[in-house]
């Protein structure tokens, strides 16, 4: 049987470049992409797309810290921010990861289609938020950051397109507002990560070299290449608004999550 190695070193360069530019995590392209070369593979229906949503979080371990250390690098992440949302963060991820494994496979995917293109139309907006107000107390971060582990666990993304424009929006530069987005996406996926090898142990039928609903020959495949191509996107965003590149990167998500909508309902 094909490996598909191919694809997975192809989708990880396109998350990778995506993730420095933009600060998302990549699960969002990465999922519907996982979840059609597993089906294809001949993984069993009920845990094709909660495989693809565990290696596809797993895969932002390694994203999210390369395009971070270029972020840093150029002084363009608010540690402070960071602190104060990681403990919600992590509690929120955790938990909708947990909950996760114990929902179907067509309640996932409808899940899983509805916040992708929530984030899609976002990053369709053309004005940048302006800014109106403060950064929020730490209890509130922390709140906010419980709500962004929670949905990002259920599609796989870093929360860069809620958490850019509400750092945005409470004075944060734009490129700082990337930068830290970018670093949240470590401890979503720590959390999820967690959650998905957890919520995944002992289910039947999961394919060999599995850990729990992270699948490891496509998470090392996505995992090299993406890597590789992160610190290149996040070059990128320092030399351009990036709004073109933010359009295109919108209608391939419409067309993945509406593709995957249709395959597994």
Do not use: C
Not at 215 to 234: D, I, M, T
């Amino acid at each position: 049987m094909t490996d598909w190695w191919w694809a997975y070193l192809a989708l990880g360069a396109f998350v990778g470049f995506f993730s420095g530019l933009l600060g998302i995590g990549g699960g969002s392209a990465t999922v519907p992409v996982l979840a059609f070369i597993f089906a294809a593979k001949g993984f069993a229906p009920d845990h094709v797309v909660h495989l693809a949503l565990g290696t596809g979080i797993a895969s932002i371990l390694f994203t999210s810290a390369a395009s971070v250390r270029s972020h840093h690098s150029r002084n363009a992440v608010n540690w402070r921010v960071l602190r104060q949302m990681a403990p919600g963060v992590l509690a929120g991820t955790f938990g909708g990861a947990l909950l996760a494994g114990y929902l179907d496979v067509r309640v996932l995917s409808l899940a899983f289609t509805i916040l992708i293109f929530y984030f899609a139309s976002q990053m369709l907006r053309a004005h940048t938020p302006v800014s109106s107000r403060a950064v929020p107390r730490p209890a509130i971060l922390s709140g906010f950051g419980a709500v962004i582990g929670f949905i990002s666990s259920l599609s796989a993304t870093g929360g860069a397109s809620i958490v850019v424009p509400f750092l945005v929006k409470r004075n944060v530069s734009i490129h700082e507002a990337i930068g830290t987005a970018a670093a949240v996406g470590w401890p979503i996926a720590v959390a999820g990560t967690a959650g998905y090898i957890i919520g995944g142990l002992h289910r039947p039928e999961l394919p060999q070299y599995s850990v729990g609903y992270v699948y490891l020959p496509a998470l090392a495949a996505v995992v090299v290449a993406s890597v590789l191509l992160a610190p290149v996107g996040a070059r990128v965003a320092h030399r351009t608004q990036g709004n073109t590149l933010r359009k295109i990167f919108a209608v391939v998500l419409f067309a993945l999550a509406t593709t995957m909508l249709v395959k597994f309902l």
